[in-house]
Nanobody
């Protein structure tokens, strides 16, 4: 089973950039669809981006054009590069994994990390 550990969050000025990392354990990382979700205080969890086992990507409209999800199966790692951060990007960002299909629904992911905080104050 794959275990997920996020890093790279922090406090950044609006307009700045961050690169989030999700390091995984286990030998089957390449079998998983990987995704990033976020949850802001008082709000529901929100899909951010996903990447298939073969590198196909999907983005939420709210981050499209400002974010890039990527993976390296040899390093068992997935990244989320976020540029031009906005105050509304402030949230806890979690990576997630599932072996079934690329989907925007968090309910379809059965492996989750603990999350990393991203704060972009106004």
């Amino acid at each position: 089973q794959v275990q997920l550990v996020e890093s790279g969050g922090g406090l950044v000025q609006a307009g700045g950039s961050l690169r989030l990392s999700c390091a995984t354990s286990g030998r089957t990382f390449s079998y998983y669809v990987m995704a990033w979700f976020r949850q802001a205080p008082g709000k529901e969890r929100e899909f951010v981006a996903s990447i298939t086992q073969f590198g196909g990507t999907t983005y939420a409209d709210s981050v499209k054009g400002r974010s890039t999800i990527s993976r390296d199966n040899a390093k068992n790692t997935v990244w989320l590069q976020m540029n031009n951060l906005k105050p509304e990007d402030t949230a806890v960002y979690c990576c997630a994994a599932n072996q079934q299909r690329e989907t925007r629904s968090g309910n379809d992911y059965n492996r989750w990390g603990q999350g990393t905080q991203v704060t972009a104050p106004s």
